[in-house]
């Protein structure tokens, strides 16, 4: 399966256009066009920008846009992963599972073991009359120690049979006909707000990303709009941009179809 790289540099061939054409028709900076093709995507912006330029791009090349940006959520960008399971909580009963199948029918568990008694006499001084008491014999405690180990293998040996059992019928659940299948999850979409520069007349743009302290970042769009040219731009938000422009009487934004003046007029900017 070809990778998203692959596909964007791939439909860029086809069309016989280079990065540079690509990049002055899509108003997108050719290094950032470039770092696509290479499956490169962490590109100093924010996670709506690069959303926005993938299905810019992808939709300049013919390309479905939406099944772009699903693949690009596949690869875990944006997406919240899910949570492995402890270790630590279910190690011990792989280990446990494990050390049965090991051992078999016939061998005795490992833990237990045949219980030592060490016999210690009381100290007797010499000259005392106290006598010492009567010593546990070995053999009982021998014959003790293998009743304890042969009830124990009992055990796991049902346990054993326990769980074949119930695998078999969680098998024959799982293959039977009329058990439920899971649907697959569908992955929605992610849509991006834009907004459009309209060109009332020539106007050169210049849209920059706006700093927490009020400065101007990353550089987003920046080129000349000829009369009635139009350019979409993702938009975070208000009061996420800086929009520049050499005649700010010659520029509008356009949002959910209603179209606004650019709040400036000569060479000036305004934040969006």
């Known amino acids: 399966m070809q990778s998203i790289g692959e596909r964007l540099e791939e439909a860029r061939k086809k069309k016989g256009i280079s990065l540079r054409e690509a990049a002055e028709a899509t108003k997108i900076r050719g290094d950032y066009l470039s770092q696509f ?19 810019n791009y992808a939709t300049y090349l013919k390309l479905s846009g939406d099944k772009i940006l699903n693949d690009y959520a596949s690869l875990g960008r944006g997406d919240g992963r899910p949570r492995q399971p402890s270790r630590e909580i279910y190690g011990r009963m792989d280990v446990s599972i494990a050390s049965a199948e090991d ?4 061998a005795a568990p490992e833990e237990i073991a045949a219980p030592q008694v060490a016999h210690r006499q009381p100290a007797v ?7 010492a008491g009567p010593a546990i014999d070995p053999a009982l405690l ?10 124990v293998i009992v055990l796991l040996i049902l346990w054993a049979v326990t769980a074949i059992i119930s695998g078999t019928k969680s098998d024959g659940v799982a293959h039977s006909p009329s ?7 569908v992955v929605a979409p992610v849509v991006a707000k ?3 520069l ?3 007349d020539v106007v050169r743009v210049t849209v920059v990303a706006r700093n927490d302290d009020d400065s101007e970042g990353a550089e987003i769009f920046r080129g000349t709009l000829a009369r009635g040219q139009t350019q979409e731009i993702p938009w975070p938000g208000p009061g996420s941009l800086y929009i520049k422009a050499n005649a700010g009487e010659n520029l509008q934004i356009e949002y959910k179809g209603k179209r606004y003046g650019s709040q400036f007029t000569g060479n000036n900017r305004a934040k969006m």
């Open 194 to 196: 834009t907004i459009t």
């Open 198 to 200: 309209v060109a009332l």
């Open 103 to 106: 051992r078999g029918e016939g």
């Open 142 to 151: 021998f014959k003790f120690g293998k009743w304890i180990a042969g009830g």
């Open 179 to 185: 058990a439920a299948l899971p649907k697959p999850a």
């Open 37 to 55: 093709e290479n499956n490169r995507f962490d590109i100093n912006l924010t996670e709506i920008y690069v959303r926005g330029f993938l299905r």
């Open 125 to 131: 001084s010499r000259g005392s009359n106290v006598s």
